[in-house]
């Protein structure tokens, strides 16, 4: 349903940085430059960079990317960490959504809380 979300922040070119870094263990990259704005995606334009339009305290916002397997979920975190990211909860599963959730979680440079997801159940049967 989601085609795409934009959200703003205070450094364009700091945070773009970062989701260049963070997004490509996910398959991300950069997909256009419109001005200040910056898209990225898998295919499309899913999610737009864009400047704070005000000084005010910004509100959290938490974002959850898909991940083709859970080596994708270590690989955005360590990427993340390596890029000085804060790490909120480092890559588990969290039975307490599902058996197979397995996720780790960030904050990006604008303290977004900033999440990678795999549901795919391991193939040895376990979750």
Known sequence: MLDHIAIQ????????????????????????EFGEFVSFGTTGHTLWLVPATDAGP?????????AADRAAVDAFHAAAVAAGAESLHAPRVWPEYHAAYYGAFVRDPDGHNIEAVCHTPVSDGTS
């Open 9 to 32: 922040v205070t450094d364009v070119a700091t945070s773009a940085a970062f989701y260049d870094t963070v997004l490509a263990p996910l398959g991300g990259s950069r997909t256009k």
């Open 58 to 66: 910004g509100r959290e916002l938490h974002l959850a990317f898909a």
